[in-house]
């Protein structure tokens, strides 16, 4: 056996952390720019705990999920501010657009040089500057991952810049930052921590290391998110989410993604359609067309047991199979209202040139199993 792990330097979990930024970043320097999603209004308290601590912060939008061109505009405002740190605070994107301009700082060059599949794919090989990871919602998990996921609208792509280096110094995960998320945005996210947990756990990559979270989190998430969605001042129910998310990213970092990942890029670099909802719509028909190609072609592969393990655990049931996990995840997507494709702009004229850049996606290549592209158009067609 061997595997490696890696995650962020140090993780503060706990409700009320983020009153303890300011603390933690002061050995980095006196000056942050902190990244946003599309309004800084949020980051208001951040900034004066930051203030407090003898930290002056300045804040960098980022509207959605970020580009290249976001990225190259973020650096050049970071050296405009003479930044000396920098903190993602938001979602997924922010957080991502934080840790590339962390690390385009401190290494020369253009996105393009390091990016994956449309770039050169040159490694990172300076540290980045130091920077925080501070989610406000509770799905991607990008405050532990390696990577940062950049749109490129000219290739209709979403892809990323990877490497080691850009692990954060700190991830700081304070629950009640989430807990005026409003239940469509808890649903979507939420079903991101759930998809990613699980194809972490039946891929091809798993470990004992990632398998050990996986088995923590999917429970606490199945159980979680419907409360979560319900009643979205349910501390008890955000924590276990927060916590969730933070162990699907640590999980997907060491193992790896599947088919909804694979599939997720190539849509969200062609649609502006949101991650979570494109991996909720995904998940229950990627399961099921995993289950049939395993028992079709490979029928003593461990991951049908792994399958198995997953709709126990999502459904509390001891007797549960894995197709009841099918069940259960397309019941959920239901009463959560959450969109199909057709909703998101995925129309059956997209499906030949989606399932091939999904074909080359670095996630598919950790799917158990690999999916014709007549069984990968079968499954746009009914998610």
């Known amino acids: 056996m061997r595997f490696e792990f890696a995650t962020a330097t140090q993780i503060v979990f706990g409700a009320g952390t983020r009153a303890e930024v300011g603390k933690l970043v002061r050995p980095w320097g006196r000056r942050a720019l902190i990244v946003t999603g599309q309004s800084t209004d949020r980051a208001e308290?951040?900034?004066?705990?930051?203030?407090?601590?003898g930290v002056t912060a300045e804040c960098f939008p980022v509207a959605g999920e970020p580009t290249v061109a976001d990225i190259q505009r973020g650096v050049a405002r970071a050296r405009e501010f003479g930044a000396e740190m920098l903190l993602g605070f938001g979602g997924g994107g922010a957080i991502d657009a934080a840790k590339a301009i962390a690390g385009l700082l401190t290494n020369p060059g253009d996105p393009l040089d390091y990016l994956e599949v449309v770039g050169a794919g040159k490694p990172l090989t300076c540290p980045t500057l130091?920077?925080?990871?501070?989610?406000t919602t509770a799905g991607t998990g990008a405050e532990v991952t390696r990577n940062a996921v950049l749109s490129v609208p000219e290739h209709n792509v979403k892809v990323s810049l990877r490497?080691?280096?850009?692990?954060?110094?700190?991830?700081?995960?304070?629950?009640?930052?989430?807990?005026?998320?409003?239940?469509?945005?808890?649903?979507?996210?939420?079903?991101?921590?759930?998809?990613q947990l699980l194809e972490a756990y039946v891929c091809s990559r798993t470990n004992p290391m990632t398998d050990a979270l996986c088995a923590g989190g999917l429970?606490?998430?199945?159980?979680?998110?419907?409360?979560a969605f319900r009643d979205g001042h349910d501390l008890a129910a955000r924590t276990d989410m927060a916590l969730a998310s933070l162990w699907s990213g640590i999980a997907l970092a060491?193992?790896?993604?599947?088919?909804?990942?694979?599939?997720?890029?190539?849509?969200?670099?062609?649609?502006s359609a949101p991650h979570g909802a494109v991996c909720a719509a995904l998940l229950a028909p990627v399961m099921a067309a995993n289950l049939r190609a395993l028992r079709e072609r490979a029928p003593q592969h461990p991951s049908l047991a792994r399958y198995a393990d997953v709709a126990r655990w999502l459904t509390g049931r001891a007797e549960a199979t894995a197709d009841d996990g099918v069940v259960w995840v397309a019941a959920q997507h239901a009463a959560m209202a959450l969109?199909?494709?057709a909703a998101l702009g995925?129309?059956?004229?997209?499906?030949?040139?989606?399932?091939?850049?999904?074909?080359?996606?670095?996630?598919?290549?950790?799917?158990?199993?690999?999916?014709?592209?007549?069984?990968?158009?079968?499954?746009?067609a009914v998610a």
């Open 346 to 380: 995925v129309a059956a004229a997209d499906f030949p040139e989606v399932v091939a850049q999904a074909q080359q996606a670095s996630s598919m290549k950790a799917n158990p199993v690999v999916l014709t592209a007549d069984e990968l158009a079968a499954v746009l």
């Open 45 to 53: 308290p951040l900034r004066e705990t930051l203030r407090a601590a």
């Open 163 to 195: 490497s080691p280096h850009l692990l954060a110094r700190i991830a700081l995960v304070d629950p009640e930052l989430t807990l005026d998320l409003p239940p469509a945005l808890t649903a979507s996210t939420g079903f991101d921590a759930l998809t």
């Open 219 to 227: 429970p606490r998430a199945a159980s979680a998110l419907p409360r």
């Open 254 to 271: 060491n193992a790896g993604l599947g088919a909804v990942h694979g599939f997720a890029g190539a849509i969200g670099g062609r649609f």
């Open 130 to 135: 130091p920077w925080m990871a501070i989610p």
């Open 339 to 341: 969109p199909k494709l």
